[in-house]
Structures are given as C-alpha cells and as structure tokens.
C-alpha cells in the first residue's frame, strides 16, 4: 500500500511511496504528528541519484521489520535535498558538527520541534564497518527517548547553540583583496596533485568553481601556475572515467585519486558549470581538448536532460537495472562483440579496458588518456559503441527542473553558443530562461520557486542561489543577445535578491527573510558561506552585484557586491577549494570593472561583439544595441560614421572608441 509520499512531486520522494514506512514530507504536519504521539522526527535526506540512498533504502526502508520500528518510535520525514536545500543545510551543519563528516543518506533524529540530537548518514542492515546496525539505532534512540529524555533535548539545545555560533558573521574580516587572493593561491597549490590533476586525494570531485578562479587568475596576472593547475585538472578529468568518453558529460565524482572510477550518476549542476569552464579554458588557450569537452558536454545536457517543457531535468542515476555503472562500463568481450574483432581489440586499447579491468567483475570504465592516432576510426568506432551502449537498460531520470542549476544551464550554453558560433544553444538557453520565469516566477516576476515538473510549479520557495543563479543567466543572456527582455527580468529578480535575502552587515543568508522555515528559524536562518557541487549563494550573489553594477553604473550594487566579497575572505584564505566563486567574483573585482558597449544594428556589430567576448579579463561586462540606453552602459554612445563602434573602459578610464575589431581585441588585452 502506497504512504503519503505518493502525492509528492519530488521524483526522490516517489522513489519511497510504496515503503512500509509512514513517510511525511517535510512541513508541519509532521510536526504536529510528532507532537501529538510525542515522539522523535527521524528525518531521511538524500536525492534521486544517489547510490546509498538507494541501497540503504532496499536494505532498511523496504524492510517490513525496519519499517515497524521506524513506524512505532518515530514520525518518519523524508526530504529531497535538491528540493529543500535549505533543510539539507541545516541538518548537514549539525551532522558535520556532531560527527566530523557528512554525506547521503543523512540520517537525523530530532525533537518533536526539529531541534537535531543525533545525526549520521547510512546506517548498515546489521553491524558492519564498525557501524551498528539501523535497526539497534531505532531501538536505542527509542529507549533514550522514554527514558533519558532530559539528556537527549540537552543535547539539542547544545547543537542548536552550537550552530548559532558557527553561523555568526565575523567582525572585522579583511577584504578579498589581492593579497588575500594571493595568499588564497599559495594554500590552494599546497594541495595541487601535480601526478595527477585536482586537490587532494580520493575521493575527487569537480572543482569547477576553482578552476574558474584559476583561469581568472592567470587572465589578470599572467600567473603560470594558477593556469597550469587549471589545465593539470581539466585536462585529467576529461581524459579520465569520471567523463564519459561515448557521449560527453562528467559523472558526479571520481572514487580515486586518478580519475579512473567515477560515481556514476550525472548532475546538471556540475554538467552546466564545467561546461562553461572548458568553454573559458577554450577561450584562453585554444586547447582542442577543451573545446571538443565544451562541444561534447552541450550536447549531453541537450540530448538526456532535456524536458518537454525546455528546461533541463536534475540528473541520471548511477544505477541501472543491472547495478551500478552498468550502463557504462565493458569487458574486453563485450567490445569484441559490439564492434566485431578487430575493432574490438582496437577499441580497448585506445580506451584501456583490459581483462583485469579498472571497475567490478572484471568490468572498465572508458578512459582516454592519450588521443588516438587515427581519428577517423576513432569517431567511426565511437558512434558505433555508442549505439550499442544504447540497447541497454538505462539509468532513471530526475526530470524535476531546479531553479538554480537551469540558471547556470542557460549561463553556460549561451557563452558557450556566443564563443564557439552554436546558436541552437543559445536558443535552448533562452527557451529554459523563459521555462523558469514563466513556471517558476510568480505574476509580477518578483519570486521564484525552487523546482518544478512537467511543467507545473513546487511548493517550496525559491532559495539565495535560485535567485543569483537564475540572474546571471539572464544577465549572460542579455549580453549575448541585446534582448533587453533578458536585462529587465533580471533587474527585477535581482531587486528581491538584494532586498529580501541581504542582511543589515552586508552578507546574505539562504533563505528570503519573509520565506525562511519556522522549524530551521529554531536552529538559526541559513547562511552557507561556502561552495558545495555549486557556487554558495552567498558568492553567486556577489558575482551577479557586481555585473550588474558595471553593466548599469550602479554604484550601491558595487558597494553591496564589495561587503559580500569581504565577508567572503576569511573562508576564502583558509579554504580556497570552498571558496572559489568568491576568489573568481574578486579577481573580477580586482580587474575592473571591464564594461565594453558595442553600439550598432547590423551585421558588422557581430564582429565588434565577438571580438570582446574573446576576451578572457574577468568580469567583462558586455552590452550591445543601438546605442542611447538602456542599459545604462549604451547611454550616450553612438555609432561613428555609421559604422558599429565600439567602447571599452577599464576601472573608469576609457579607450579611444573603435570600429576595429583588432583594435578592440588589442584594448582588452592591456
């Protein structure tokens, strides 16, 4: 018999609708039910494409027995954190706090009220890994409860202390000045993998915010190394098992250090900021590697996360009907059957599979660690392997469209269009633009929320990042466009962002003031500074203040975009690799502000146009039309003899105007 989470719009939450157990969502039913049987809230976390998610689930949810305790001693929650980030947040602060890690499942037993007193993430069927088993958890947090209450709320009381100190905004912090960005570096590169690429060792995950700040970097500076740690990591990642070497796109993480062995599951929100990295990789060096990556990964997230309604769906799980990865990885024989013999056997060698295998059962997964020697066969063989690879049972679809990750979607594909002449992404950057503003915006195009499907809107509303995310796709819209409906969007979204989610010292917190959970206002409104698979919110609404103050003149965007940055710096010096919008937002601060106005209406304008959006300096604001305003970047400016002209000014000092794209070029590289 299916439970409440039937009705749920979350594709994770369906996932458990025919569980034994007697989920709620989240909300204050739950609440009030727990209150009511007076008994604990054991709150589950996780989203639809997370492997131990789906394992603790088989081994515990599914389990009649399980579920009986569960049902028995708690009123059970179950919370997708793509769709309630902001719970996630919270709960995740205190599991970190009271076990020194984190991670999904997150498992968190809490007081009738929401107040966490113990947390974890999985728990095992019967006790493994030195780990007791869930069951013995139920029945011990059961007991506790009955009989030293007191000692448990003590406890929460302890966290919930504990969490408004961590979340107090420091006084006094120094600006994310360049000797902070420096200093920033020097911690980053002690961290470097120079053998193989990214930060630290295993697991290894995507640092696309901190490849950004590091192309940045090397942009304003000339900075060699910064630019050869961004190239050793981009470079590894895409040759590696965690990018799918058939059809383009990044898995979630590599288990290793060497980027052999992903976890399998596909995310838009790594997807659509990698995209742009290689795209700006691409821009600054002309790597082949890095615009074959961009070409592949756009046309990833069109094909498979591509909904209906334009926008883009949430991710592809790592499993399939046959386990893990299956979908994805092949034994020596498996080519040999696919391609016939000889191309079999060529295959593996240009993919390293081999009989010992880099995955389980003797299975690989595609690697391509050096270009193969005959190109044309490469390609012939790809496309054939790919097809094969299709005949098999694929992973589920998250086809729920979040407000943020579609924001960097758009962002992404519409540079990436810009740069490399592909205007079929820009259309679909512009169709999800208007997928978010017309199913998730309300009537006056003031709020958002967070995730819709099929077309038809959630309950929960939009967060800090869904706001600054959602901004800079239109404000990378407008520049690529000069559709002045993409500026205006903005403006208005961005007018809540600043007002709604920006407290009186400056930062921001996650949640809007008139929006905020009454169960997490308990544990202190959230305000994540740090980069998690995707810019905080904090940060991202740094970046988009600051193109918005050089795109308009807006000398308080500036201002506010500054006191965002500076409450940035103390996480940004001592953790860069959490940090690396913020230090990318700063070296774009640092540069300019970089604004370029390209005044003309015809086909000439285009390469006034492409010529600044070469440009690799940070932060490069770029506005074209006829000239006269808005925005307030084209106000007085005028084509010069009829011919486009173009203007460009660096930190309030202008060029000589030009109708010379070589001229241009030559202005932006000082």
């Known amino acids: 018999m299916a439970n409440r989470l039937v009705g749920a719009q979350s594709p994770y939450l369906q996932q458990h609708a025919d569980n034994p157990v007697d989920w709620f969502e989240w909300g204050e039913d739950a609440f009030a039910e727990a209150r009511l049987r007076d008994v604990p809230l054991l709150v589950s976390v996780g989203y639809a494409a997370c492997h131990w998610c789906h394992v603790m689930a088989h081994e515990s949810f599914d389990d009649p027995t399980t579920a009986a305790l569960m049902n028995a001693g708690f009123v059970n929650v179950k919370v997708d954190r793509e769709e309630r980030p902001d719970v996630d947040a919270v709960y995740m602060a205190a599991t970190q706090a009271m076990t020194g890690q984190g991670g999904w499942p997150m498992t968190v037993f809490a007081t009738p009220d929401g107040v966490p007193f113990l947390c974890g993430t999985y728990f095992p069927p019967e006790p493994r890994f030195r780990m007791p088993s869930f069951p013995q958890v139920l029945d011990a947090v059961s007991r506790a409860w009955r009989e030293q209450r007191a000692d448990l709320e ?5 966290v919930r202390t504990h969490l408004a100190r961590a979340a107090a905004r420091p006084t006094g912090a120094p600006s994310l000045d360049a000797t902070a960005v420096r200093s920033s570096l020097t911690t980053l590169s002690a961290g470097y993998d120079a053998e193989h690429g990214g930060f630290g060792q295993a697991p290894k995950f995507p640092p696309s915010m901190v490849c950004e700040w590091l192309l940045r970097h090397h942009a304003r500076t000339g900075d060699g190394r910064a630019l050869e740690m961004a190239e050793g990591t981009l470079s ?14 990044f898995a979630r993480y590599s288990v290793d250090a060497t980027w052999t062995v992903p976890h399998f599951e596909k995310m838009l929100s790594d997807n659509a900021l990698l995209l742009r990295v290689y795209a700006h990789w691409w821009r600054q060096t002309g790597s082949p590697l890095a615009r074959r990556v961009t070409e592949e990964t756009a046309a990833w997230l069109l094909t498979e996360l591509r909904t209906p ?25 498996e080519l040999v059957e696919a391609l016939g013999e000889d191309d079999g056997v060529w295959a593996a060698c240009v993919w390293d599979v081999t009989a010992a295998g880099t995955f389980e059962h003797g299975s690989s997964v595609l ?26 049972p694929r992973p589920a679809r998250d086809d729920k469209v979040v407000a943020a990750w579609n924001g960097w979607a758009v962002a992404g594909l519409a540079e990436a269009g810009a740069l490399l002449d592909r205007p079929e992404w820009v259309t679909a950057a512009e169709e999800a633009a208007a997928l978010v503003l017309r199913v998730h915006g309300d009537a006056s195009g003031t709020r958002l929320t967070r995730t819709s499907r099929d077309g038809v809107a959630g309950a929960s509303p939009g ?31 961005l007018a809540t962002l600043r007002t709604r989610f920006r407290g009186d010292d400056g930062a921001f917190y996650d949640t809007a ?56 710096a103390p996480v940004a010096v001592r953790y860069p690799r959490a940090a690396g919008w913020a230090l990318a937002t700063a070296e774009a601060a640092l540069d300019g502000p970089r604004q370029v106005a390209v005044v003309g209406d015809d086909a000439r304008t285009s390469a006034l146009a492409d010529a600044a959006r070469r440009s690799p300096a940070p932060g490069l604001v770029l506005a074209v039309g006829p000239g006269g305003g808005p925005p307030e970047l084209l106000a007085g400016r005028a084509a010069r003899d009829g011919r486009p002209t173009a203007y460009a000014c660096r930190g309030f000092v202008c060029d000589l105007p030009t109708t010379e794209p070589e001229v241009l070029a030559g202005q932006l590289r000082a």
Not at 154 to 158: L, N, S, Y
Not at 320 to 333: C, D, K, N
Request: glycine fraction near 12%.
């Open 236 to 249: 590894a990642m895409a040759r590696g098992g965690m990018y799918d070497q058939l059809a383009g796109g």
């Open 513 to 568: 003031d008139d929006a905020t959970d009454p169960a997490l206002e308990r544990l202190g409104r959230p305000a994540d500074p740090a980069d998690g698979p995707t810019p905080s919110g904090h940060a991202a609404a740094a970046g988009v203040l600051l193109t918005w103050s050089a795109l308009t003149d807006d000398a308080e965007a500036r201002a506010e975009a500054d006191a965002a940055l500076a409450h940035l």
């Open 154 to 158: 003590r406890t929460g009381d302890q």
């Open 367 to 392: 690697q391509l660690r050096t270009d193969p020697d005959d190109p044309e066969r490469y390609g012939r063989v790809r496309s054939r392997l790919l097809d094969a690879r299709e005949g098999r």
């Open 309 to 333: 309604e334009g926008g883009f769906a949430s991710s592809l799980d790592a499993d399939s009907p046959g386990g893990e990865g299956a979908f994805s990885v092949w034994t020596p024989a």
């Open 463 to 493: 967060v800090l990042e869904d706001y600054a995310a959602v901004v800079d796709g239109l404000l990378t819209l407008y520049s690529v466009t000069g559709d002045l409906a993409h500026h205006d969007a903005a403006e208005t979204l």
